[in-house]
C-alpha cells in the first residue's frame, strides 16, 4: 500500500473531520484486515498496521496538530470541513459527490426491504380478528389493512424518488447493490476527483477476475430478485 502521509494511507483530504478518518478507516479495515484475507492467501498485515497507525495520529487532536506542524509546516489551526455519510446528510457542497449516490442506493435497499415485509403480510390469510374489526369498525377508523397499503404507497414514491438520483447520476442499475456501491465508495473516498463511473467499470472487472463462480450467481441472483420487487412495489400504488 504505497502512500506518502497518514492523510494518503486513510484517502482523506487534510481539513477531513474525525467522522470522516473514522469512516475512512473502517471502510479501509473492511478490505485490508488479515482476517477478511485469509481465503485469499493475501498478507495484510503490514497494510492494516499502516491504517492503524494513521488512524492513532490523525483522530488525537494534538498528536494530529503535531503531525501537520511536522509533514506541513502548519502552526495554526485548520478549519475542517464536514462529511458524512448518513441519512441526515444534505450538505450542499456534497450534493454532486458519490456519497450522495451511496445514500440513494442504501435508501432504496431498505425501503425495498420494507415494503416486501409489508406486502408479505398483506397476502397472507386474513385473520378472524381482523374481519370481525372491519365489519365493527366505525367509518372513521383505519384498519391494519388500510394502513399497511397506505405505508407501501409512500415507500412506492420514496424508491422514485432514490432512483430518479441514482439514474441521473449515470449508475446502472445492476450496480445499486451494497457490495458494488461500497467497493466504489472506499476507491472513490481514496481519491475523490475520481470519476466514478471508472469506478464501476473497475468494480466490474474486479469482480470478473476476484470473484467465485457461485459468488457471481449470487450477484446475478440478487440483482433479479432486486429487479423484481422494484417492479412489485412500482406497480402497486398502480393495482392498489
Known amino acids: 500500500m504505497k502512500s506518502h502521509t497518514y492523510y494518503d494511507i486513510l484517502g482523506v483530504p487534510r481539513d477531513a473531520t474525525i467522522e470522516e478518518i473514522t469512516n475512512a478507516k473502517n471502510s479501509l479495515a473492511k478490505v485490508y484486515h488479515p482476517d477478511?484475507?485469509?481465503?485469499?492467501?493475501?498478507?495484510t498485515t503490514a497494510s492494516m498496521q499502516e491504517i492503524l497507525e494513521a488512524y492513532r495520529v490523525?483522530?488525537?487532536?494534538?498528536?494530529?496538530?503535531?503531525?501537520?506542524?511536522?509533514?506541513f509546516g502548519e502552526a495554526a489551526p485548520r478549519v475542517f470541513r464536514t462529511f458524512k455519510v448518513g441519512p441526515d446528510d444534505d450538505s450542499k457542497d456534497e450534493s454532486s459527490s458519490f456519497v450522495t449516490y451511496w445514500n440513494a442506493a442504501s435508501r432504496l435497499n431498505e425501503t425495498l426491504r420494507q415494503s416486501?415485509?409489508?406486502?408479505?403480510?398483506?397476502?397472507?390469510?386474513?385473520?378472524?380478528?381482523?374481519?370481525?374489526f372491519r365489519m365493527l369498525r366505525?367509518?372513521?377508523?383505519?384498519?391494519?389493512?388500510?394502513?399497511?397499503?397506505?405505508?407501501?404507497?409512500?415507500?412506492?414514491?420514496?424508491?422514485?424518488?432514490?432512483?430518479?438520483?441514482?439514474?441521473?447520476a449515470g449508475i446502472p442499475m445492476q450496480y445499486w447493490h451494497s457490495d458494488a456501491m461500497n467497493w466504489v465508495l472506499i476507491r472513490w473516498g481514496q481519491k475523490q476527483d475520481t470519476d466514478?463511473?471508472?469506478l464501476f467499470s473497475r468494480y466490474a472487472a474486479y469482480v470478473e477476475k476476484?470473484?467465485?463462480s457461485s459468488e457471481k450467481l449470487k450477484l446475478r441472483s440478487y440483482n433479479r430478485q432486486f429487479h423484481n420487487n422494484l417492479k412489485k412495489l412500482l406497480s402497486y400504488s398502480l393495482d392498489a
Do not use: G
Open 36 to 43: 477478511a484475507n485469509v481465503h485469499k492467501d493475501i498478507d
Open 58 to 71: 490523525l483522530s488525537d487532536p494534538e498528536k494530529r496538530k503535531a503531525y501537520n506542524h511536522e509533514m
Open 116 to 132: 416486501m415485509r409489508l406486502m408479505e403480510k398483506e397476502s397472507q390469510k386474513k385473520t378472524l380478528s381482523q374481519r370481525v
Open 138 to 168: 366505525k367509518s372513521s377508523e383505519e384498519s391494519p389493512d388500510e394502513y399497511r397499503s397506505r405505508q407501501i404507497a409512500k415507500l412506492s414514491m420514496d424508491a422514485v424518488q432514490y432512483m430518479t438520483t441514482l439514474k441521473m
Open 196 to 198: 466514478y463511473h471508472i
Open 210 to 212: 476476484n470473484k467465485s
